[in-house]
């Protein structure tokens, strides 16, 4: 089973920035799509950004122009570089994995999925 790990989570202020980073492990670790979702207290989960293994690019409209998604398949690690962060980032941010030839922000089509790291934004 691959295992993945956030990492770079933290609290800020309106407009800073932060980066976050996904480590898949395992031996068996095959995807066409990497993804990241967050949730915040009493809302549902949305899907934030995914990149295919081509490196085509999705965002979601409200984080636009904002965030950036890469993956650096040598380390087996996905990023979400977040800038100009708002308020209404905060929430618990995950990310995901998922093989076969649909690659979307739909969270049905992920195989595997993270803990989960904490972002936190203040006005």
């Known amino acids: 089973q691959v295992q993945l790990r956030e990492s770079g989570g933290g609290s800020v202020q309106a407009g800073g920035s932060l980066r976050l980073a996904c480590t898949a492990s395992g031996y068996r670790y095959r995807t066409y799509c990497m993804g990241w979702f967050r949730q915040a207290p009493g809302k549902e989960r949305e899907g934030v950004a995914r990149?295919?293994?081509?490196?085509?690019?999705s965002y979601a409209d409200s984080v636009k122009g904002r965030f950036t998604i890469s993956r650096d398949n040598t380390k087996n690690t996905l990023y979400l570089q977040m800038n100009n962060l708002k308020p209404e980032d905060t929430g618990m941010y995950y990310c995901?994995?998922?093989?076969?030839?649909?690659?979307?922000?739909?969270?049905?089509?992920?195989?595997?999925w993270g803990q989960g790291t904490q972002v936190t934004v203040s006005s």
């Open positions: 990149i295919t293994v081509r490196d085509t690019t």
């Open positions: 995901a994995a998922a093989r076969g030839e649909i690659c979307s922000l739909g969270a049905e089509i992920f195989n595997s």
